[in-house]
């Protein structure tokens, strides 16, 4: 397996637009977490999902964002829109069973200007 | 709800040296917990997890820890540290769901 699969790897954009980020989890995982990276906060826990189904949005920072799970092998996650304190390293990570390792992909660097 | 503190957020050593890197939880359930490291530009990977059966848990690269249940710790140790080890080490809980917690991460730095 190839892992999660984050893309972009990097990306700028100019504040007020909308970004996408797409994530692939591991076949047969199960379960589906969006952790956002700044040195000032460390990493936060966003979103995440259980069988396709939001469990948990708590962390997601404002109507601004938001993330989707059509299905079991794809997940996205929306700012829209984007903001220069949006500019972090965003983590897809998936998972199987309960209380297992949670696997992460290598990241999406964000740059709002 | 559930909670890690890492105390120290650098830590440096020489090269040869025992690793300590200090998390304590909080839970209303027994937890999981878990110990990740992150190398630059890179996403994180686990090292090692506890899940309620042995106290002392090994993990790759030569890392363990001990849960301590009394001291509600779950220290992370090498006996001897390598350049290699240098990166950012985050302990994590979770209870008896999916939703797992991060510390804020302990960044290690090895001398030679």
């Known amino acids: 397996d190839a892992g999660v699969i984050q893309s972009p790897r990097h990306e700028v954009t100019e504040m007020g637009q909308e970004v996408t980020l797409r994530c692939k989890p591991i076949?047969?995982?199960?379960?589906l977490f969006w952790y956002r990276q700044t040195m000032m906060r460390g990493l936060e826990l966003l979103i995440y999902?259980?069988?396709?189904?939001?469990?948990?949005d708590s962390g997601m920072p404002e109507d601004r964002f938001s993330a989707k799970m059509p299905n079991a092998s794809f997940s996205t996650l929306k700012i829209q829109p984007s903001e220069p304190r949006d500019s972090a390293v965003y983590f897809c990570?998936?998972?199987?069973?309960?209380?297992?390792?949670?696997?992460f992909g290598q990241g999406t660097r964000l740059t709002v200007v | 709800a559930q909670s890690v503190t890492q105390l120290g957020s650098h830590v440096s050593v020489s090269e040869g040296a025992l690793v300590l890197l200090r998390c304590n939880y909080s839970?209303?359930?027994?937890?999981?917990l878990f110990w990740y490291v992150q190398y630059p530009n890179q996403g994180l990977q686990l090292l090692l997890k506890?899940?309620?059966?042995?106290?002392l848990v090994k993990g790759i690269n030569g890392f363990e820890a001990e849960f301590k249940k009394s001291e509600t710790s779950f220290h992370l140790t090498k006996p001897s540290a390598h350049m290699s080890d240098a990166a950012e080490y985050f302990c994590?809980?979770?209870?008896?769901?999916?939703?797992?917690?991060f510390g804020t991460g302990t960044r290690l730095q090895v001398f030679p």
């Open positions: 999902f259980n069988n396709n189904v939001p469990i948990d």
């Open positions: 839970s209303s359930v027994p937890p999981y």
């Open positions: 994590a809980v979770s209870d008896n769901t999916d939703k797992l917690i």
């Open positions: 076949s047969g995982h199960n379960s």
């Open positions: 506890y899940t309620s059966a042995a106290t």
């Open positions: 990570a998936s998972a199987g069973q309960m209380n297992t390792e949670a696997f």
